[in-house]
């Protein structure tokens, strides 16, 4: 999660105000991603998008691979970064509501995940987790399930492994002091819990293939790769126009693109992914401008 610093607040552009539900079903069509609202049909590796209180389900029903490449990130990683001595644990409460939208949903996902398939770990990714605070009850959430399972079925306690992405520039520091020392953590009171972090952004591969059982996103997606280009005038820039305007909208679709394909790379046959962010009504207001 980047900071917005005075020099580039209008990179902290809203993806989801340039890309409306029929832009995704047909972003998904164009790497064999088959798109549906029907939550009762039974296809592999679900994708879960939830835009405020709508739940769409994306379904992905191949992988194809792309080579990783760093020319969408930014020139200079030192000008962007998280604010450090847990700046965004104590000014992230709003999006820590968000939260709330998730849970039912990531016990769903994990009721979903044939433990058969997944090996003797149960390895979940936490992609954009900031300094940390917002993640502990998601991922506290998901392992009380994964328990739950194992123990009506009867098994042994499976070993649950946690990694926590973000930029190379997010403070580490402040999210493993969170992690392993507040009350609230995911891992107090747990044994055979693991956590692991990875400062790779969510547009690159960052695990090997078919690698996840469950992955988790919230209030992330809406940051782009890269600014691709300077708005006049302007700090906002859904409020860009002409020319200007459709270079970001074309950075976010493309950098919506890379994040799926490389999600549906990293997931296990049966895995599931859940992502929580804020929508836009259909002139790309998100009420945040407000």
């Given amino acids: 999660m980047k900071s917005l610093s005075p020099w580039h607040t209008n990179a902290a552009v809203c993806a989801q105000a340039f890309i409306k539900l029929a832009e995704i079903r047909q972003l998904a069509k164009t790497f064999g991603v088959n798109f549906s609202t029907n939550e009762s049909r039974t296809r592999t590796r679900p994708i879960r998008f939830a835009c405020e209180a709508i739940a769409i389900i994306i379904i992905s029903g191949n992988k194809k691979c792309m080579t990783q490449s760093t020319d969408k990130l930014p020139a200079s990683h030192s000008e962007e970064h998280m604010l450090g001595h847990g700046f965004y644990n104590k000014h992230s409460h709003e999006q820590a509501k968000a939260n709330t939208y998730a849970l039912p949903l990531i016990v769903e996902a994990t009721n979903r ?5 997944i090996g003797k770990e149960f390895r979940i990714a936490d992609y954009g987790s900031a300094q940390g605070q ?5 991922m506290k959430t998901a392992i009380a399930q994964i328990r739950a399972r194992a123990a009506k079925a009867g098994g042994t306690a499976i070993p649950v492994d946690v990694t926590h992405t973000d ?3 997010n403070d580490w520091s402040t999210l493993f002091q969170t992690v392993l020392f507040s009350p609230d953590s995911y891992l107090a009171g747990e044994s055979n819990v693991f956590c ?3 400062g790779t952004s969510i547009y690159q591969q960052i695990f090997p293939p078919n ?3 469950l992955g988790y996103s919230a209030i992330t997606e809406h940051w782009l790769s890269r600014k691709p280009c300077n708005i006049l005038n ?7 126009t002409g020319q200007v305007h459709e270079t970001w909208a074309a950075q976010a679709k493309a950098d919506w693109h890379a994040f799926l394909q490389y999600r549906a790379l990293e997931m296990q046959p049966s895995a599931q992914l859940v992502i929580i962010g804020s929508g836009a009504d259909a002139e790309g207001n998100s009420g945040a401008k407000a």
């Fill in 113 to 117: 995940i044939d433990f058969a398939q």
């Fill in 134 to 138: 917002n993640s502990l009850l998601p």
């Fill in 234 to 240: 302007e700090i906002w820039s859904v409020r860009a």
């Fill in 211 to 213: 690698h996840l059982a």
């Fill in 196 to 198: 692991f972090a990875s």
């Fill in 167 to 169: 930029l190379p520039t």
